[in-house]
T-cell receptor, first 113, second 113 residues
Framework: DAGITQSPRYKITETGRQVTLMCHQT?????MFWYRQDLGHGLRLIYY???????DKGEVPDGYVVSRSKTENFPLTLESATRSQTSVYFC????????????FGPGTRLTVT | GENVEQHPSTLSVQEGDSAVIKCTYS??????FPWYKQELGKGPQLIID?????GEKKDQRIAVTLNKTAKHFSLHITETQPEDSAVYFC????????????FGTGTKLQVIP
């Protein structure tokens, strides 16, 4: 399917477990992003990537790890999940030229028990 | 870093009335201001954006205004319809950081038929 997809859409895990959220885009956009959405906080940037093998921290990176070996994939890993990481996670991508619009995936709702 | 404040957090209007959402930003170097609409269960989608060399931009029933001196910008929706019900996010970005936008906390708009 064309566009940007995320998997899984819903995930329940236990505290201390490792969880990986997947993101895949078919546009060959150079930039990709991970956000978390929490009530009262809006969208907060976790990590972003300007190209394959280039990643950088956003506003709230602690407890998360990313990698980008291929342009189209940008997985987000919670190495040891905590309850505070219960959230809705959105992946997004954009081209490196105007209008710099970010295209968001449908989100992954993660619950850490 | 940039800080974006958004008000109100919730807004209810009667169908056909206008809705206004206001945002302020902290970094005077910011010069790109997109607005995203998030429908229930979906990722945010860009609906309009404005750059600092423009004071106002319109697209059918939606318009954005920008006051650089006061560092605030607003979204105006006229003749609201039930399908306008959603969460709206404002955002700001500085030059060279076009790929990293800072989002406001969101406004949940309810249009009452």
């Amino acid at each position: 399917d064309a566009g940007i997809t995320q998997s899984p859409r819903y995930k329940i895990t236990e505290t201390g477990r490792q969880v990986t959220l997947m993101c895949h885009q078919t546009w060959s956009h150079s930039y990709m992003f991970w956000y978390r959405q929490d009530l009262g906080h809006g969208l907060r940037l976790i990590y972003y990537s300007a190209a394959a093998d280039i990643t950088d921290k956003g506003e709230v990176p602690d407890g998360y790890v990313v990698s980008r070996s291929k342009t189209e994939n940008f997985p987000l890993t919670l190495e040891s999940a905590t309850r505070s990481q219960t959230s809705v996670y959105f992946c997004a991508s954009s081209e490196n030229r105007e209008p710099y619009e970010q295209y968001f995936g449908p989100g992954t709702r993660l619950t850490v028990t | 870093g940039e800080n974006v404040e958004q008000h109100p957090s919730t807004l209810s209007v009667q169908e056909g009335d206008s809705a206004v959402i206001k945002c302020t930003y902290s970094d005077s170097a910011s010069n790109y201001f997109p607005w995203y609409k998030q429908e229930l269960g979906k990722g945010p989608q860009l609906i309009i954006d404005i750059r600092s060399n423009v004071g106002e931009k319109k697209d059918q029933r939606i318009a954005v205004t920008l006051n650089k001196t006061a560092k605030h910008f607003s979204l105006h929706i006229t003749e609201t319809q039930p399908e306008d019900s959603a969460v709206y996010f404002c955002a700001a970005s500085i030059p060279g950081g076009y790929q990293k936008v800072t989002f406001g906390t969101g406004t949940k708009l309810q249009v009452i038929p």
